[in-house]
């Protein structure tokens, strides 16, 4: 038997796809044909990562996969994986002229046909685990999607109808936030169109002030569903290692905008505003950032940004649903 162990984990920033998607079609940056990454990567292969050369052996599969999730951390003895934070996987957005180039004509903009097809993925996923005889462990504990922000509240209302039809009430219950990718902007003058557009702006501020309602897994429309639950999260995407110190630069212009909309969006007191929860990946994380308000903990597979939640604090921890 193994000891108590002294520190749990919870992987906040992981990407799951299937054989399946494992493809240029799904995946615009899957290029062919030296890839590594082209390949089904699902949970049995994130286990194996994560035992990685611990030695563990055991008669009984469930025990077994149970055993694969303790490691021994240097200097803070053993650690078990709770849990993950599945992350959108920058599925391949299409454009009109591709979509009718295929004959595909949804009911729908073209460009949500991969994202959306991601969302069944895991609704798959999810719906595997609630079946399974034996509870998996480790547990998807939240997801975060992708969503069209640049389209503004309007489309974004549409796209979430959308996509919990598509996900079912049990999966819709574990998404937590949603990621939007801005990274791939090289240049200041593109990046500042988008992050400083009305539709963009417009669309974080609605994750926070409608996002608790649609969290809430009731009727969004009425207002009554929802009211204790938190609001979306967004995932910040951007490269500050590979692209350069104004890209998180422009996106903190970008929240301090977003800010000031929900400071004049309620003729309530400010304090009670649902405001937009900003998560920091690791690409993200800037040395600058005074080190008081981010603590990490850092292996190859694993990075957690445990930030301070003051209400000053322009960037604040994931937050997970009390149901999950």
């Not at 949970?43 to 149970?66: D, Q, R």
């Not at 992350?87 to 949500?112: F, K, N, Q």
């Not at 996002?211 to 204790?228: P, Q």
Request: charged share 20%; net charge neutral; glycine share 8%.
């Amino acid at each position: 038997m193994f000891s108590i162990c002294s520190h749990y984990i919870i992987d906040s920033h992981v990407h799951f796809w299937p054989a399946s998607a494992a493809n240029s079609e799904s995946h615009a940056w899957m290029t062919p044909p030296d890839m590594p990454l082209a390949r089904k990567f699902e949970m049995e292969e994130y286990v194996e990562a994560f035992a990685g050369s611990v030695n563990l052996k055991s008669g009984h599969p469930a025990l077994a996969s149970e055993q694969k999730q303790v490691v021994k951390v240097k200097g803070q003895g053993r650690s078990k994986l709770l849990g993950l934070i599945y992350i959108e996987t920058d599925r391949r957005l299409l454009s009109p002229h591709t979509a009718s180039e295929l004959g595909d004509t949804p009911p729908y903009p073209s460009r949500w046909t991969h994202p959306l097809a991601e969302i069944a993925y895991l609704r798959s996923l999810i719906e595997a685990e609630l079946s399974s005889r034996i509870p998996p462990t480790p547990r998807l504990l939240g997801l975060v999607p992708w969503a069209p922000i640049d389209e503004g509240s309007a489309a974004l209302e549409k796209y979430m109808t959308l996509a919990r039809s598509v996900a079912g009430e049990e999966t819709w219950a574990r998404i937590v936030g949603w990621r939007f990718l801005v990274q791939g902007l090289r240049s200041e003058g593109p990046f500042g169109d988008v992050v400083g557009s009305e539709k963009w702006l417009d669309g974080l501020r609605w994750l926070g002030r409608q996002g608790r309602l649609w969290r809430g897994c009731g009727d969004a429309a009425s207002g009554e569903a929802g009211k204790k639950s938190r609001g979306f999260t967004f995932d910040v995407g951007v490269d500050q290692h590979g692209a350069g110190t104004w890209q998180l630069e422009g996106f903190v212009a970008c929240i301090e905008n977003v800010r000031a909309l929900e400071d004049e969006d309620s003729d309530r007191d400010v304090s009670q505003v649902a405001r937009t929860v900003f998560v920091l990946s690791k690409s993200s994380c800037l040395a600058s950032i005074p080190s008081s308000t981010i603590v990490q903990r850092q292996s190859h597979y694993f990075t957690i940004l445990t930030n301070s939640c003051d209400t000053t604090t322009r960037f604040t921890a994931r937050q997970v649903g009390t149901n999950h």
